[in-house]
Structure formats: C-alpha cells, structure tokens
C-alpha cells in the first residue's frame, strides 16, 4: 500500500480519542510490563490511548507491549518505543562533553552507529538525542550532554550524530537505524545563572547566531524529531513558542519531522503563568506546533475540550496526527512492529570502539617536566581513588541500558599495562582516610589522584552553584606535593571545575569526564603512552566561579583589557583568562607551525600552513582555523571558530595542512535568521587553541565573490 495513502485511510477512519491516543507519550519503568507500576500503561496501551512508549528496556517487554498495541486494538496502529540513548545503550561512550574534545565528526558519527544498532535490536525505533544545545556556563549540568560552547563545532556534531543514528541514507526502516531527535531547541544551554529549568533572556542576534545554528545543521540533516526546550525564551515557553516552532523552523527551515514534548512540560505552562488550566495549555502547545505530549496527559484528556471550545481545529489535530503516522511509516513499523534483531551488547567491536571513544576523549590538560607517560620500569605506583562506586560513576548520566558489571576498571587495567611496576591502590573517600594515604606516600614513587563528581553531580536537574573539586580533594593533592612526590591528578567529571590550588599541586592534570565501559584500558593506554594524548577541550575551563559564564567567543569591548589602564574591561581579584582556553589539550610531542598563506581557488580560498613535528615521538596534533572581521557593521567575536582538523606525523615528519573556506564560511545570522555577508577585511587565525599566542595569522580583503584584493602575511 502507498505510504500517503495508508496514512489517509488510517486518519479518515480515527476516532478523535484514537488520534489523541497518537500524540500521546507514556512513560514506563523497567524491563517488563507485568509489574504494578506499568498496570496504567498497559491499560492505555491496550485502549489506544498511547502511541508512544519511553523508558521500557529489554526486547522481550517492548514485544509484549507492541503485542497488546497490535492485537488488542481496534486499528492495530504499532507503538513507537523511545528511549534516551545519549552517549551508548549497552555499549557506553563517554559522555558528550567528553567525547566532543575528541574533535573527531568520524567517531562521532561511527558511535552513534553503534548506539542505534543495539539499540534496534531491542525494538528502540528514537532515541532522545543528539543534545546540541550550546553552553557556556559550567554551572548548569546538563552541559554534560552537549558539544561544548562554541556552535560551529555544535553543528558539526549535530550533523554527525544525526548521520550516525539515521544513516546518511535516511533509510530508518533499515534494522541498525534509530530516528535521532535535536534538542533542546530554545537556547536551553542559557539558562539564567547555569540553574536548569530557569528562564532563558537572550538578544535575537545571539539566538540566531549562537544557540540555533545547531538546530538548523540538524534539520538539514534530515533529523526526524526535535524537542523543545523546558524554558521560557524572553517570556515565551519553547512549548508553546509558535514563532518559533513553526514560522521559523518548519516553514522557514522546512523541517518535516516531529516535535516532542520534554516530560511533563506542555502540563507545566500552567507555571509559566501562561495557560490558564490544562485545556488551556494542550491548545497552545498544539497551537505552536507540538505533535507529542510527553507525559502531560494534557492532550489526551483535555484537547477534547479545547477542540469544543474552539481553541484549537480538528486540521491541526489531524496535522499532528498526520506527522506521527509518517514516522511510524518512515521506520517501517507498521511491515515490521518488532525491530527486533538479536545482538550481543557489548562485544568485542564495540568494546573497541568504546576505547578508542575513551582514548581519545582524554585531555591530558598539564605535563610539568614531561612526568607523563609513566615509565615501565620504576618504584611502586600508588592509585588513590576519593570516589566510593568509581565504577558505576564511568557510566556517566544518561547511561541508557548500560550496566556497571561491563565497565573495565583503572586498577587492572593499569596493572596490565605495566606488568613491571608495583601498583597499589586505596579508596580514601573523605580525611578519615589521610594517615592511611600518607603511609602509603612513604613507600610510593608517584601517586595517581582520582578526583571529581559522582555520575549524579552532571546532568539534568544537577546544577551546581560551587563546580569545583571539594576541599578534602583538594587537601589530598597538597599531602601528596608535601610529600614531595610526582602527583598525577585525573578529573572525573560532567563539566570542567574549579581546581583552584590543584592546578599547582599538581605535576600533571588530565580531564577524564566520564569514559564509559573502556574508561581502565583507555585511561591506562594515555597514561603509559601506548597512544598519545589528542583530546583537546570543546569548552573553556574558569580559573575561578566569578568568572562563568567564560568562552572564547567573546566581542571586543570599547576599553580592552590594559594591565596599565584601571579604566578597563577586567576583575580586581582574577585574571580574565580561563586557567585553561577552549581548544586547550597536550600532547606528549611537541610540533611547529609555519608558512600560513592563502590563495583562491574555484571560487574558494585556500588556506594552508605548515605542521611538523619537532618531538621524540610520533603524536597527533588538532588545528583549528578562526576567523574575526576586521571591520563590519556588527561588532563580532575576536576569534570565531572555523573549521578544524587533526593531524597524526610522525618524528620529524612535516605536512602542509590545508582549509577550503567558501562563503558560509565568512557569513553570520541577523536577528530575523537571514544569512548575512559582509565583503572587506578579515583576520585569519590558524593554531593549535584558542589563544592569540599560540596562533599564526594573515589578514586578507574580500570581495563579494570571495576574491582576495589583498594578502598580509604572518604578523
């Protein structure tokens, strides 16, 4: 039967309930559906009044309860199985966050892969990510989800993600697919003062400029669902933000796919102060173009009598209706309902894929006199872990189906790793344990320091007003200093945080996020130098609290930093630098960079520049290309990130590293979301973070066809 008509037949015969039943999410809990706290959704299910299904695990319960859907029915409609497959399902990645700094849209997009092949096989047809949301404020947790602060590398992501669950092909009846949904759209990475859920109050410039870009990459992706964010933008809730929903991104951007409500958040525009009841609040969300409420039960209780009251039309409860059952279609599940395909999780490949994820996350962040990698030969390693249930902690939020018994641990497998050396390791959790650590010191050649969060301190609902390393941590690292010991210090953690005295105390730091199942061997793998350390930070590090929300991206002010002028932009009591800069990441070589030059070329300029390694060993180094205009109507960041790439050579070894800028390269979003190009003077910027001292730059003048009147060379 053709797809449109299949659809048509289904709507024209519908029921009003039916079709409420459609645009109604439940949620369920665990792994089976004879348990009294899924009697409810049982009970739905079977009188059609769900379409779709979160939170319910394991192949045999999702074929249980497709079984009532298809059976039990009147019109056999198949359910949608949802579920938030993040960072992994069973075969854990590390976090976003974490695996951003990899700067590798590859792996990005080949984890994603991974992700939506388990997660088929269980009979998951859309997961609830990929999160793009952008951030600048370490302070909100749910910075733990996305690709960092800066939105170019955040649409590369998106891109990525949403290639990776879908297919390039778009063909999401294929059996290893996922339908992918982009959120949070509404700039919910700017909440006020980093406070999940709190309002957003942003220019139009930085909406269209900073926080949507990402969005827009995802749709022209071909994302198939995106989910508002639980906020209010300038006073107007994303759920019930026709504007923009749907003047904006499905008739300007031409998005066809679905929007899904966040939990419970059509039901709470009655606390935003904006619906009047829930009858009030189903029609505007609906009204703004929502198709999915998730566990609101507003439309399906309450859109009856909006419809009555003349609130809302039956078209645009048929319009929803419409877009839910084209999903449905578009997964195939109403020729195959199941999606089920067995499938080890994890095996060997994705166990493999999972380490290099891990290694490759790491960013290795201070290397005082080369301390790292360790020697295999030396006096004993001593391993202090301040943290209880490390294990379970390498999950990270958001962990899907993961399970903590598959998660490879530090300890074995440092000691796999350096068979010659003695290694011993103590949890010490609080200054309880401070005699003990230090009797351990007396026989030790160099202590490894694992601080941070617990899995529970990141993520959604975990906004921290204080990210930083507690004071018993803190105090750990100077026992070690005064012991006069090489002190290695690993961060675990969902955000970057506050080190304070830490940064000197210690000979070496490395931010370890949470690196999911392959979190031991690939810790162990950078520590001993079996591969080098590429990770490289997708968000800038606070030397200090009062400085968030810190970034790169920052504009020129009229009175610039002057250490000789009082009169100008800083603080009295901190630097106005992070302790570390967006890009930031050693490696255990060292390179050089040269000869930057431009040219065009078929309608394209060129940029290319120099690389070569100067260390001892072979090493991978991350480029990446800025861009500031000189001189516009706009005032815009002093640097704006470009593109990147990375570069594996070995000693000695040199390459010419090249960019191709065309013109959205050079162009930026107003405050209607209408591209802009401006012609004239633009710096460009080429190194290896984002810090002028460690950048090569050239200045050319553009035209409007992107012809080069004029080139300066390095300066």
């Not at 399906?300 to 645009?316: R, V, Y």
């Not at 499938?343 to 790292?372: C, F, G, W, Y």
Request: aromatic fraction near 8%.
């Amino acid at each position: 039967m053709n797809s449109s008509t299949r659809i048509d037949d289904l709507v024209q015969c519908m029921t009003l309930e039916e079709k409420l039943g459609q645009l109604n999410m439940l949620s369920a809990a665990g792994d089976s559906i004879r348990t009294s706290e899924n009697a409810a959704l049982v009970d739905a299910v079977r009188h059609g009044q769900a379409g779709s299904v979160l939170n319910l695990v394991g192949a045999q319960a999702l074929k249980d309860t497709q079984d009532i859907a298809l059976n039990e029915t009147r019109l056999g409609i198949p359910l949608l199985f949802c579920f938030d497959v993040v960072h992994g399902y069973r075969t854990i990645f590390p976090i976003p966050l974490g695996e951003a700094a990899s700067f590798d849209p590859d792996l990005w997009k080949r984890t994603a892969q991974c992700a939506a092949r388990e997660a088929s096989a269980d009979g998951i047809g859309l997961t609830f990510a990929p999160m793009i949301d952008v951030c600048r404020d370490p302070r909100w947790g749910r910075i733990a989800e996305g690709p960092g602060e800066d939105q170019w590398l955040a649409s590369i992501f998106a891109r990525a993600k949403v290639e990776g669950f879908q297919g390039e092909d778009h063909d999401l009846q294929r059996a290893d697919k996922l339908a992918a949904t982009a959120k949070h759209i509404g700039a919910y990475g700017a909440v006020t003062a980093g406070r999940d859920y709190a309002s957003v109050d942003i220019s139009e410039h930085s909406l269209h400029d900073i926080y949507l870009p990402p969005f827009k990459a995802a749709v022209e992706a071909g994302v198939a669902a995106i989910m508002p964010a639980f906020v209010d933008l300038a006073g107007i809730p994303i759920s019930a933000h026709r504007a923009l929903l749907t003047a904006l991104v499905r008739e300007q951007w031409h998005f066809d796919g679905v929007y899904i409500s966040d939990y419970h958040a059509i039901a709470e525009l009655i606390n935003h102060g904006i619906a009047r009841d829930l009858t009030h609040a189903a029609a505007l969300a609906l009204h703004a173009g929502m198709d999915i409420d998730m566990m609101s039960y507003a439309y399906i209780n309450h859109l009856p009598q909006a419809l009555a009251q003349g609130l809302i039309s039956q078209d645009e409860i048929d319009q929803a209706v419409r877009r839910v059952l084209t999903l449905k279609e578009k997964l195939g599940l109403f020729d195959n309902p199941y999606r089920l395909t067995p499938h080890t999780m994890p095996n060997e490949e994705s166990r493999a894929l999972a380490r290099e994820a891990a290694q490759k996350s790491i960013v290795l962040l201070k290397n005082d006199a080369n301390i790292l990698p360790l020697s295999p030969t030396g006096g004993r390693c001593l391993i202090v872990n301040t943290r209880e249930d490390i294990t379970s902690d390498a999950l990270g939020s958001w962990s899907g189906a993961g399970e903590t018994h598959d998660v490879r641990d530090f300890e074995t497998s440092l000691r796999a790793a350096l068979p010659a050396r003695d290694i011993r390791y103590i949890t010490a959790p609080d200054q309880n344990h401070f005699d003990a650590v230090r009797k351990e010191l007396n026989h030790a050649a160099v202590a490894l320091i694992i601080v941070g969060e617990k899995r529970e301190q990141s993520g959604e609902a975990a906004s921290r007003a204080h990210p930083k390393l507690s004071e018993y941590e803190t105090a750990l690292i100077k026992i070690v200093r005064e012991q006069n010991l090489p002190c290695i210090v690993m961060i675990n953690s969902g955000r970057p945080l506050i080190i304070e005295s830490a940064y000197d105390d210690a000979d070496a730091l490395l931010a370890c996020w949470f690196l999911g199942i392959e979190s031991g061997p690939a810790l162990a793998d950078v520590l001993t130098g079996r591969v080098d350390a590429t990770g490289r930070l997708p968000i800038s590090w606070p030397r200090a609290i009062g400085q968030i929300p810190i970034f790169y991206g920052q504009k020129p002010s009229g009175r610039p930093y002057n250490a000789q002028d009082v009169f100008t932009s800083k603080y009295i009591d901190e630097s106005n630098q992070p302790a570390f800069v967006f890009g930031h990441g050693l490696s255990y070589t060292e390179f050089s960079l040269s000869d930057l030059s431009c040219t065009r070329h078929n309608d394209r300029i060129n940029v290319e520049v120099r690389l070569k390694n100067i260390g001892a060993r072979e090493g991978t180094q991350t480029l990446f290309l800025f861009l500031h205009h000189a001189s516009t109507e706009r005032a815009r960041p002093y640097l704006q990130l470009r593109d990147f790439t990375k570069c594996t050579l070995k000693k000695d070894e040199e390459q010419l590293i090249s960019f191709t800028l065309d013109e959205h390269h050079f162009a930026q979003y107003d405050d209607h979301d209408d591209v802009i190009f401006e012609s004239g003077l633009y710096d460009i910027y080429v190194g290896t973070k984002a810090d002028f001292n460690h950048l090569l730059s050239c200045q050319i003048t553009i035209d409007r066809q992107l012809n080069i009147l004029s080139f300066t060379p390095n300066t």
